[in-house]
């Protein structure tokens, strides 16, 4: 039996939106709140829906590059987002970037006209006590809303920054040098990695790790400047080496208890990466959260031994994000495991990024759609790109602290047997098989 044949999506965000759009081609009725104009968040400014706040570029049009790839499934299944996208879109190399005014507009023009679409401005200060609900309000919640979001999975599931340290490609590491081992032997050797470095490579690697360049701090992350107590815990790691010499080598970088296998001895530093996901096919660097720039991380993290020519799924981030601790409290629909009518979109499930975050508002809008109308799930299978996102938030990872995370090839479930070609055959392998499946899947038809 079908439950009452609306839905409310709270936040006309990209993932709002495409939750929203995706239920409302389904047939259901559907009340967006928005509370802009009336009241904006730090980051956004216009009045339109699907504001991009930083960068117009939604990334690689590439399949052999993970978002890329999801760029594609999602234009397969009839994603808002990405025809708003290729109907504004401006030269770019082989990036996907938009007009930004003009995407916001092309959304909010379809938003608005669509029959099955209410849209309802003021701001929403509690999760609606009944009814399917779609939670897509953003890294940057309003107040209320976000305590109410925290008094509802109860207390400290709802995180408010996001300090994570880079993620890399464990095919791209030159085990020649890095080695598998756990300090002093305890536990599983295969769950770290170790990259031993001399005094002369620590010299040179400290150097230019304190001269590195900053991200700069957008408006709404000002905090991170005025309070960086807020980070004790996971202090960046450039404001670590900055407090002394040999404050890494006493902490993140403590060689202690890992010898070497060239020399039997404990270097002069080392650094540790520990295995990010059960297939081993991701490792984080322990202790590197760090706000230096893309482009600053991979030029300093490339002197660390058996980093050097190192491929990275995620640089380490320190910004302003309201996010769940996924894992555990959401299904691989987005849906609350204990409350199936309450669902979560966009940045606050633990998806980074304007294509990951309208993968989200697509599978909760389609599911949410599903539940009104009492038909069955649609799961995406972790082949997929769309459906490894959607694994990754509610599984996590093996370690016990959740980050958010970018589409990557490094959370699709692997092929049982190696693919020959290298890397890009891989992933180019990848992207056949995932848009087979998605090719069988039909879901407005």
Known sequence: ????????????????????????????????????????????????????????????????????????????????????????????????????????????????????????EGEVTEIPEDGIVVIASGPLTSEALADSISAYTGGGELHFFDAAAPIVDFSTVDTSVAFFASRWGKGNPEDYLNCPMTKEQYDVFYNELINAKAAPLKAFDKELQEDLTVFEGCMPVEVMASRGYDTLRFGPMKPVGLPDPRTGEDAFATVQLRRENKEGTMYNIVGFQTHLTFGEQRRVFGLIPGLENAEFFRYGVMHRNTYLNSPGFLTNIYSVKNEGRIFFAGQMTGVEGYVESASSGFVAGVNAAMMALGRDAVVFPRETEIGALAHYVSEGGVSSSFQPMNANFGIIAPFEKKIKGGKKARNEAYAVRSLDIIKEIKIFD
Request: glycine fraction near 6%; include cysteine.
């Open 1 to 120: 039996m079908s439950m009452e044949n609306t839905i409310k999506v709270i936040g006309a965000g990209l993932a709002g939106c495409e939750a929203a759009y995706a239920a409302a081609r389904l047939g259901i009725k559907v009340e967006l709140y928005e509370m802009k104009p009336h009241k904006h968040s730090p980051a956004h400014h216009s009045n339109g829906f699907a504001e991009l706040v930083c960068s117009n570029s939604l990334r690689s049009n590439d399949t052999s590059n993970a978002v890329g790839l999801l760029k594609a499934e999602l234009s397969s299944l009839g994603s808002l987002i990405m025809e708003a996208a290729y109907a504004t879109e401006v030269p770019a190399g082989s990036a996907l970037a938009v007009n930004r005014e003009l995407f916001s507009e092309y959304i909010t023009e379809k938003i608005k006209n669509h029959p099955n679409i209410t849209v309802i």
